[in-house]
């Protein structure tokens, strides 16, 4: 089994803002430099390489720049939103088995500029599955995730007020994180519930931020970890596509909320000695915020349609029985695709985050509900 | 950014049939020819006894809102054009896990633009309406049904 057997020991990223001067291939660079320093290794030694396959900065690009040797395993992750812990995990199966010795996984990412968002890219005649969706209306993935979310808020009496507390937990956690593109800005519940909808009932502030940076993480064989290192091993990974899903809309199999995380966390918490009931705090991608209600029932912290009670009253926070997305996540700190969910994680198993929940000694890492997905779980 | 709404590809084997049937303002879905399990949207192989052959099943054209989203500012021009819209997730009468999407009219022959999420609940039934959009596309619209016939 993958279990324990490699270690995140190094991570590394740019500045994060609303718009960089650098290019997606020079902010990896420079990302991917950094946690080879934070791990204490040099670029020459790294022989496996993961990243998305969507906007992609590609690997032989990477590896010229940085000066990789000879390079032994390379992937690339689909779906996006999806991607993050695949990449990861992949590269750590490579690792574990001895096909590599030291992989790096990154993210890199400009997606500030209005022109980037992917649906402004849509083409005149749809071929893909989203020819039933897009020309009907469901142009961009918050109108896809809005009909689900109205669905959810009809069958479990779920109000705005309650999906707020997504929103202003992480603003305040991102508050307290210096990094966080919105560190300096303030939410209310006033200002949430004045905030525009985008697509009913999802408003502005349930929608990530459109940013950009990199990040990368630097992983190892659990037997190669060095006194210098402060190793965060990778104690379970699963990725998971559920029967009928389709990307986005997936309104077609016999029940559309029972999204792909439920493949996902079934398999994920098969293999994992730590099971929900132990877990400390999570990191749940949250490109839109409904994605963290349906991630909370999915891996088990809760049980169907009790999500929205269980954040209303304090279980997100940084008291709460879950501390959920505490750097402010894709909401409030900057988005890449998950991957700053992931150094979060590292951060707080190391006991040096910036909002440090205490004794965390084990963290839950998911990622997108509405796509194929995965999951990790990260352990001290 | 393209200027006029996009449109399905028609021409795809796999689901030709549907978008034929549908100039003819008929909804129609696969029904496999092995098993006659009904299938939408449209795919090479049944799901469950995967034979490659299939033909197509007319159906009712009536339903209930399953779910629906209105979208708003920023869209694609075309779009932007249209708000308010609605576009419903309907589940057809026929089976409920046959989901079809699309725009919601207020009255038959109606226009898209101008919906209000407040002018429908989940659950209420509706019928379908096709909108000719280009010479080959007759894009499935979803009619609000005056009253009685509300689901769940
Ligand atoms: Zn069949």
Redesign the pocket.
Known sequence: MLKDQTAIVGIGETRFAKRLEDTEWALACQAIKAALDDAGIDPSEVDAMGCFNQETTPEFDIARSLGFGDVHFFNQVAHGGGAACGVLGQVAMAVACGVANVGVVWRSRKRGDPSKRQWAGVQPRIADHWKWSRPHGLLRPVDEVAVTMRRYMHEFNVTREQLATVALSQRAYANNNPKAIMADKTLSLDDYLSGRMISDPLCLYDNCLESDGAIALVLVRSTDVDRHQQPVYLHAFSQGMSPQHQLMTDYHGHNPLQSSSWTTAANLWRQSDIQPSDIKLAQIYDAFSPMILYCLEAYGFCGRGEAADFIADGGMSQQGRLPVNTSGGSLSEVYLHGMNLLTEAVRQLRGEAANQVAAADSCLVATCDSTPNGAVVLRR | MINDLPLPVTNDPVDHGFWASALQSQLVVQR?S??R?LRFPPRPM?P??Q?SDSGWQVMSGRGKVWSFATPASPLLPAFEALTPYVTAVVSLDEHEDLRVVGPLLLAPGGDIQGVRADQLSIGQAVSIEFKRLADDVALPCWVLEPSGRQGE
């Open positions: 496999c092995g098993c399990l049944c469950k006894c034979s």
